[in-house]
């Protein structure tokens, strides 16, 4: 079963839609522990700001159960946009401690190296250069995808899997053993978002 996390963050029936678009039924939108407990795959989301979202994950009932499923467990877990920034230790965005599953930090752009006529937030279709190997984006060539954000982590590039480009290159993708993470969002980039998901639930 693909659980889909819901702690009052996201438009989280874009996600379910797509993973049922290409072919996965078995997925639920859940914030219940025992459905936690009995997932194969996690999909972490996020939107907004850093600092809320780690508040109400926090908050939710399943935090302690999810924190067992992913570290002990090993369980895979995808982070999106936010849900990926949570990932690692710390965020400019409220100056506030993020899970620290990743070596790491989320810094704001930085607008003195990226020109007058760039504007933050980033909202653009964007291509992504990968790092060979990584198997979240098998079977794309010349993958492109939608980002919006105003922060973006930066980290050891052991941990780095895609990268893109505003202003300066900035990570895109992370990978650590079975937590992974995409800063862009995968349910709004047609059909290399699709492959991305099914790269995740196949592998």
């Not at 025992?34 to 926090?58: R, T």
């Not at 964007?126 to 098998?138: E, K, M």
């Not at 993708?173 to 995409?182: D, P, Q």
Request: net charge neutral; hydrophobic share 40%; proline share 4%.
């Amino acid at each position: 079963m693909i659980l889909i996390l819901d702690y009052n963050i996201g438009n989280l029936n874009s996600i379910k839609n797509m993973l049922r678009k290409i072919g996965f039924a078995d997925v639920k939108i859940s914030n219940k522990t025992e459905e936690l407990l009995l997932a194969d795959k996690i999909i972490l989301p996020g939107v907004g700001h850093f600092e809320h979202c780690m508040d109400q994950l926090q908050k939710s009932p399943f935090f302690e159960v999810l924190k067992k499923r992913v570290l002990e467990d090993k369980v895979p877990l995808l982070g999106i946009c936010v849900g990926h920034q949570m990932l690692f230790e710390h965020s400019e965005e409220g100056d506030c401690p993020g899970l620290g599953w990743i070596p790491g930090r989320v810094r704001r752009f930085d607008k003195s190296n990226m020109g007058e006529r760039l504007k933050i937030p980033h909202m653009a279709w964007t291509d992504v250069q990968v790092t060979p190997g990584a198997t979240l984006f098998n079977g794309l060539e010349q993958p492109r995808f939608y980002f919006v954000h105003s922060y973006h982590a930066e980290c050891d590039l052991q941990y780095v899997t895609a990268t893109a480009h505003y202003g300066y290159d900035f990570v895109a993708a992370v990978c650590r053993e079975n937590i992974l993470g995409v800063q862009f969002h995968p349910e709004k980039s047609h059909r290399f978002g699709m492959q991305v998901y099914r790269n995740f639930i196949q592998s």
